[in-house]
């Protein structure tokens, strides 16, 4: 158990619809990021944010967007989902820029 | 630009030696990670490495040159339960914590 928590663990919706998808990080670390991970493909970067500012962006689309709340928890909502939008969502959090802790993860499924 | 090579699979038998490369190309370097990840699952953090040389922890050890733009985990006495994909990530000096990941090395061990 890395520490950090994510829910949902599973999500099924349609296309077009808008979810959104939550992290608690690991006591006392002060940043938060986000990676989708497809079938068969890498992690891939989205977001990061440091007590509660966006630090870094990566490949996110313009239809997603994030956002770290004073507890230190944080939000990822997808909207307009598409069918490519299914995948796996992790949240990581770490310490400053020390080793990043992975949640489960998100299971999103776009019917 | 950015890019991480990791053989896509590989295959051992139980109880031997298996060594996962990694090379890399990165337009900044600020040390690399190797995480463990079992199908569906978290991944899980097993080494880092910053400056040049091995790093020992059990029946792991991860290796780095820098110079070479190379790394590779080493995994001994290998156990069915190593089965799993080992993802190598390269943090970013340029921004703060950011992680580029490899696609990944899926390692079946067979017995």
């Known amino acids: 158990d890395s520490g950090v928590t994510q829910t949902p663990k599973h999500l099924i919706t349609a296309t077009g619809q808008r979810v959104t998808l939550r992290c608690s990080p690991r006591s006392g670390d002060l940043s938060v990021y986000w990676y989708q991970q497809s079938l068969d493909q890498g992690l891939q970067f989205l977001i990061q944010?440091?007590?509660?500012?966006?630090?870094a962006k990566g490949n996110i689309l313009e239809r997603f967007s994030a956002q770290q709340f004073p507890d230190l928890h944080s939000e990822l909502n997808l909207s307009s989902l598409e069918l490519g939008d299914s995948a796996l969502y992790f949240c990581?959090?770490?310490?400053?820029?020390?080793?990043?802790?992975f949640g489960p993860g998100t299971r999103l499924t776009v019917l | 630009g950015q890019n991480i090579d990791q053989p896509t699979e590989m295959t051992a038998t139980e109880g031997a030696i298996v060594q996962i490369n990694c090379t890399y190309q990165?337009?900044?370097?600020?040390?690399l990670f190797w995480y463990q990840q079992h199908a569906g699952e978290a991944p899980t953090f097993l080494s880092y490495n910053v400056l040049d040389g091995l790093e020992e922890k059990g029946r792991f050890s991860s290796f780095l040159s820098r110079s070479k733009g190379y790394s590779y985990l080493l995994l001994k006495e290998l156990q069915m339960k190593d089965s799993a994909s080992y993802l190598c990530a390269v943090r970013d000096g340029r921004s703060q914590g950011n992680l580029i990941f490899g696609k990944g090395t899926k390692l079946s061990v067979k017995p």
């Open positions: 944010y440091y007590n509660g500012e966006e630090r």
């Open positions: 990581a959090s770490s310490a400053g820029s020390t080793t990043q802790y």
């Open positions: 990165t337009s900044g370097f600020n040390g």
